[in-house]
Nanobody, 125 residues
Framework: VQLQASGGGLVQPGGYLTVSCVASGRTLRGLAVAWFRQIPGMERDFVAAIDRNSAGIRYTDSVKGRFTISRDNARNTMYLQMNNLRPEDAAVYYC???????????????????WGLGTQVTVSS
């Protein structure tokens, strides 16, 4: 599976942005999908995930109520809608997918076998 993230950019604090990730090579159906983010010199952090049956959704605490993860299997695309953005949300956002991710390790980067290259999100006035 090849993943291509897009939609990053510069937004003011309090603003909104939606990043997308298109998959090619196989369907996303049956795969868990997730978004992670990373700033230079730091580890890649979990943001949000949907399990492979789309029955379970998880968010890191700092984005609950502001971010929404979704997937469109027909379009082979996943999304992360980000509202009320804060300066601390600035990072490179990576999409990920994996066939063997279970609920207990949805938040673990090592559980995902497929990664996109990332898209930069900058939050600044």
């Amino acid at each position: 599976v090849q993943l291509q993230a897009s939609g990053g950019g510069l937004v003011q604090p309090g603003g909104y942005l939606t990043v997308s990730c298109v998959a090619s090579g196989r369907t996303l159906r049956g795969l868990a999908v997730a978004w992670f983010r990373q700033i230079p010199g730091m580890e890649r952090d979990f943001v949000a995930a949907i399990d492979r049956n789309s029955a379970g959704i998880r968010y890191t605490d700092s984005v609950k109520g502001r971010f929404t993860i979704s997937r469109d299997n027909a379009r082979n695309t996943m999304y992360l809608q980000m509202n009320n953005l804060r300066p601390e949300d600035a990072a490179v956002y990576y999409c990920a997918a994996g066939p063997s991710v279970i609920t207990s390790n949805l938040r673990s980067p090592s559980a995902y076998g497929y990664w996109g290259l990332g898209t930069q999100v900058t939050v600044s006035s």
